[in-house]
Structures are given as structure tokens and as C-alpha cells.
């Protein structure tokens, strides 16, 4: 059986929120520009969100899990 890929959407979003959740920059995002940009952007915006708001270890990462889940399946 093929193993499907995942979607490089999702994929920039999730990297994007664990860069903002570790506090790190936002100048650190591997695309300059377009779609991906914009997903890392809006995953490193909401990481950072939770980082100010106390959210740490498995707590976070269960949270970006939800969120990317319901991105998917109600977009």
C-alpha cells in the first residue's frame, strides 16, 4: 500500500506554530513568499498566541493537533 503524503500545507502550519510556540522568529520561515508562507505565518501567529497565554509541552502539541484537524476537515 502507498503511503499518502502529507499535505505541505498542514506540514507548514504545524512548523510555523512550534517555531512561534518556542518563541523563536519569525524571519525563520523557509519560504519568502506564496501559499506555505502563509500557512507557516499563520501557525507561527497562533503559537505565539499560546506561548503569551502560558501553553506548554504535550499541552501545546495537542492543541496544534486539534486545530490542524479541524482546519482540514470543516475547511
Aim: aromatic share 10%; net charge positive.
Amino acid at each position: 500500500m502507498k503511503r499518502q503524503k502529507r499535505n505541505p500545507m498542514e506540514r507548514a502550519y504545524q512548523r510555523g506554530y512550534l517555531a512561534g510556540l518556542e518563541g523563536r522568529s519569525k524571519t525563520l520561515c523557509p519560504k519568502a513568499e506564496g501559499a506555505e508562507h502563509q500557512e507557516w505565518m499563520n501557525g507561527w501567529r497562533e503559537g505565539r498566541e499560546d506561548n503569551w497565554s502560558g501553553y506548554q509541552g504535550a499541552s501545546a502539541v495537542h492543541k496544534v493537533n486539534r486545530v490542524v484537524y479541524h482546519q482540514i476537515h470543516d475547511g
